[in-house]
């Protein structure tokens, strides 16, 4: 009777803990699905930007040299300004020495030709000192003319400068605007993608839905390995080549309907039972990437393009179920498909 008992609780309880570990997979690899875009689209982001910021630093490398010459060149003004100034008050000193000299001339020459060596005196100084005074003009005319040029020379750094900073503001607003548009394409081709991996799976479950044994878990398309398989073996048997005439059928399709420039793959993931192996391989990894690969030669072998396919193989790691019940060991003997970004 108690054992009676217990197979009516086992009959009850068996359907609730597959589900539930389907429900925690999907949602397990939805989560690794949206990590791995952000994470592809950050990736992509941080080239683009390391280029920006490579030229944004040679900009602003140009904007502090610019900076520096204009110092030198505001200096350099300074400078011509107080040796200016000094020329000016020469001048007019030379200009009240030669208004002096010009009196004293005067005077002497009132005085009468017994003064005539001091005039003759006189005026040799008065001559020096209209050339002085001639020679302080032309320099003072020379300083005015490089005065100038310097103004001019600064005007044109101001500008210089000002151009550059305003390289700066457009490039940074440009990275900005540049990063908002790739997450904006990323986040669309993710959608676009989407959308045909559920127009796939659909097709999918109209050509494979009599079949118990092959199932639809989150993203992925779940075969039983005896679907295709003998146990340990790689070889597909004739029952599973119909279900891949099935699948490459849909998956032709696909590859028509799919844009070239989005990059998609068909991921083929084989996983075993713990079990030992007891076969011609050595190990359950050799046994599940051998039978990965078999799926994608076959495909490849039914037209599909080689650059749409994926072959991996995990071995034990990966159960769907952790126990170690033969039901729990059938379902961990699997050939997974998902479509997904190359």
Same mark, same amino acid.
């Given at each position: 009777m108690?054992?009676?008992?217990?197979r009516?609780?086992?009959?009850?309880e068996?359907p609730?803990? +597959?589900?539930?570990?389907?429900?925690?997979a999907q949602?397990?690899?939805? *989560?690794t699905?949206l990590?791995s875009?952000?994470?592809?689209?950050q990736f992509l982001?941080a080239? &683009?930007i390391?280029?920006?910021?490579s030229?944004? =630093?040679?900009l602003?490398?140009?904007?502090a040299?610019?900076?520096?010459?204009?110092?030198?060149e505001?200096?350099?003004?300074?400078?011509?300004?107080?040796?200016?100034?000094?020329l000016?008050?020469d001048?007019?000193?030379?200009?009240?020495?030669?208004?002096?000299?010009?009196?004293?001339?005067?005077?002497?020459?009132?005085?009468?030709?017994g003064?005539?060596?001091?005039?003759?005196?006189?005026?040799?100084?008065?001559?020096?000192?209209?050339?002085?005074?001639?020679?302080?003009? /032309?320099?003072?005319?020379?300083?005015?003319?490089? !005065?100038?040029?310097?103004?001019?020379?600064i005007?044109? !750094?101001n500008?210089? !400068?000002?151009?550059?900073?305003t390289?700066s503001?457009?490039?940074?607003?440009?990275? #900005?605007?540049? =990063?908002?548009?790739?997450n904006s394409a990323?986040?669309?081709?993710? &959608?676009?993608?989407?959308?045909?991996?559920?127009?796939?799976f659909?097709r999918?479950?109209k *050509?494979? %839905?009599?079949?118990?044994?092959?199932?639809?878990?989150?993203d992925?398309?779940?075969?039983?390995?005896?679907?295709? @398989?003998?146990?340990?073996?790689?070889?597909?048997?004739? /029952?599973?080549?119909?279900?891949m005439?099935k699948?490459?059928?849909a998956?032709k399709?696909?590859e028509?309907?799919?844009p070239?420039?989005?990059?998609?793959?068909l991921?083929v993931?084989?996983?075993?039972?713990?079990?030992? *192996?007891?076969?011609? @391989?050595?190990?359950n990894?050799?046994?599940s %990437?051998?039978?990965?690969?078999?799926?994608v030669?076959?495909? #490849?072998?039914?037209? #599909?393009? +080689?650059?749409?396919?994926v072959?991996?193989?995990?071995?034990? @790691?990966?159960? !769907?179920d952790?126990?170690?019940?033969e039901?729990?060991?059938?379902?961990?003997?699997?050939?997974?498909?998902?479509?997904?970004?190359r």
């Amino acid at each position: 009777m108690s054992q009676a008992l217990a197979r009516r609780r086992r009959q009850y309880e068996a359907p609730y803990w +597959p589900g539930f570990v389907d429900a925690m997979a999907q949602l397990l690899l939805v *989560i690794t699905f949206l990590l791995s875009v952000f994470i592809v689209a950050q990736f992509l982001l941080a080239r &683009q930007i390391s280029g920006q910021d490579s030229a944004l =630093g040679q900009l602003r490398s140009q904007i502090a040299e610019l900076t520096e010459l204009l110092a030198l060149e505001k200096s350099a003004k300074a400078e011509l300004e107080v040796n200016l100034s000094t020329l000016g008050d020469d001048l007019n000193a030379e200009k009240a020495k030669s208004a002096s000299l010009s009196l004293a001339l005067e005077g002497e020459s009132e005085k009468g030709a017994g003064a005539s060596t001091t005039i003759s005196g006189l005026r040799t100084a008065l001559d020096e000192e209209k050339q002085i005074s001639s020679d302080a003009l /032309a320099k003072v005319e020379l300083l005015n003319q490089q !005065l100038a040029a310097l103004r001019r020379q600064i005007a044109t !750094l101001n500008g210089l !400068l000002s151009d550059a900073e305003t390289r700066s503001r457009t490039d940074q607003a440009q990275i #900005i605007d540049l =990063g908002k548009r790739l997450n904006s394409a990323l986040a669309q081709r993710v &959608q676009e993608l989407t959308r045909y991996r559920s127009e796939f799976f659909g097709r999918l479950r109209k *050509i494979l %839905s009599q079949r118990s044994d092959i199932l639809v878990v989150g993203d992925r398309f779940v075969f039983q390995s005896e679907v295709l @398989f003998p146990k340990g073996s790689a070889d597909i048997q004739p /029952a599973g080549l119909v279900e891949m005439d099935k699948l490459a059928t849909a998956l032709k399709e696909l590859e028509t309907e799919i844009p070239t420039d989005i990059a998609w793959v068909l991921r083929v993931d084989g996983h075993t039972d713990a079990d030992p *192996i007891s076969t011609a @391989f050595k190990s359950n990894w050799e046994l599940s %990437s051998a039978r990965a690969i078999a799926v994608v030669n076959y495909l #490849i072998s039914q037209g #599909i393009n +080689p650059k749409h396919l994926v072959a991996a193989g995990f071995g034990e @790691f990966q159960p !769907l179920d952790p126990g170690d019940s033969e039901d729990a060991k059938t379902r961990n003997r699997r050939i997974e498909l998902k479509l997904t970004e190359r």
